[in-house]
């Protein structure tokens, strides 16, 4: 039951969507397929997800990150949301994506979270 509604609730037929709830994930694709990390954010504090080492040979951004408030709409103010990020399978091998969740400017200090999946490309 929770593998179909994953799977319903993908934006894009056929690709993977991840949730705070599969943190230390493993994930196997091939070259081409997309895959959607969905965290709960809240950019009013300050917070948003950074990826680390966003250098990946692996994978790539294929789409700016995108933040939209909690659709609860009883309009309060500090309310949080989502943060998504759409990510591409472009080289065959392993790779480790690690988003943190942080105050830009606070580079020095620990993240509050982090969210990590292990992506195996064929």
Not at 13 to 22: E, M
Not at 30 to 49: D, P, R
């Amino acid at each position: 039951m929770v593998a179909f509604v994953l799977l319903a609730a993908c934006s894009t037929p056929g690709a993977v969507r991840l949730t705070n709830a599969d943190n230390n994930r493993s994930i196997s694709l091939k070259k081409g397929e997309t895959f959607e990390i969905a965290l709960k954010a809240n950019h009013s504090t300050g917070y948003q997800w950074v990826w680390q080492d966003s250098s990946s040979r692996v994978v790539e951004q294929y789409q700016p990150a995108r933040y939209d408030l909690e659709s609860s709409g009883d309009g309060r103010v500090g309310a949080g949301g989502v943060e998504y990020w759409s990510f591409r399978a472009k080289e065959s091998g392993k790779e480790t994506i690690r988003l943190s969740y942080r105050r830009p400017w606070e580079s020095s200090a620990a993240p509050a979270e982090e969210f990590r999946v292990e992506v195996a490309v064929e």
